[in-house]
C-alpha cells in the first residue's frame, strides 16, 4: 500500500500542490532565472570595461613611447575620468610615481603613489604601494621612522622578503642594530636562495648597539 495509489490521486496531489505552491514556485524560477541572466550581464560588463580600459592604457603607453607628451596626457586624464575605478588606473599612478623619481621629484613621487593606494582593488595590491611608499620615506626627508609606519600597515604583501630588509634598513640607519639585525635575518629566511646583498647588510652592522655607542664616543674626531 502506498500513499498515492493510482494516477487520479497523483493528478489530484499535483493539483493540490500547485495551487497550494504554484505562484511561489512561479516566482522562485522568474528570480532564480533573472539572477542568472543577471549575473551573464554584469559579467559582460566588466570583460568590456576592462577591455575598454585596457585599450586606454595601451593608446597612453603608446602616446609615451613616441614622445608626445601632450597626447600622452590626453589619454591619461582620458583612462583616470573614464576607468578610474580599474587597476589600469593604479598602473597609471606607479608609471607617475617611477618617473617623479627619476625626475628627482620626490614630493610628486609620493602624491603618484598616494593616489595609487585609493586606486588599489585588493589589499595585496595595496602592500605594493604601501612598500614603496616605505622606499620613498626612506630616501627622502620623511625619513625611517615614517617608512617603518608604512612598513607596519603591509599585511599581506607578496614580497615578505623586501619589506623585511627594508624595515632592516630603516632601523639601521636609526641605529636600532639589533631589531635590524633581526629584520635582516627574517628577510634571508623568507627569501628564495641566496640573498648576497641582505648578507652584506647583515655582514656590516655593528657586534650590538652599545658596542657601536661605545666606538662613538671613543672615536676622537
Known sequence: MTDVESDEELVELIQRGWARYGVSLVVGVVLALGGVLGWRSYEAHQVETAEAASTAFYRYQQALAEGR???????????????????????????????????????????????????APTEALKDVVRLRLARLALAGEDGAEAALRYLE?????????????????????????????????????????????????????PADDAGAAATTEDDPS
Open 69 to 119: 607628451e601632450a597626447d600622452a596626457a590626453v589619454e591619461a586624464a582620458r583612462l583616470t575620468e573614464a576607468h578610474g575605478d580599474t587597476v589600469y588606473a593604479l598602473f597609471l599612478a606607479l608609471g607617475n610615481a617611477r618617473d617623479a623619481v627619476e625626475a628627482g621629484d620626490l614630493t610628486a613621487a609620493k602624491t603618484a603613489l598616494e593616489t595609487g593606494l585609493t586606486l
Open 153 to 205: 600597515t603591509i599585511r599581506q604583501g607578496e614580497s615578505l622578503a623586501g619589506v623585511a630588509e627594508l624595515r632592516g634598513d630603516a632601523l639601521a640607519s636609526l641605529g636600532a642594530f639589533a631589531e635590524a639585525r633581526a629584520a635582516y635575518a627574517a628577510a634571508l629566511a623568507a627569501g628564495e636562495g641566496a640573498l648576497p646583498i641582505v648578507s652584506m647588510k647583515l655582514d656590516a652592522l
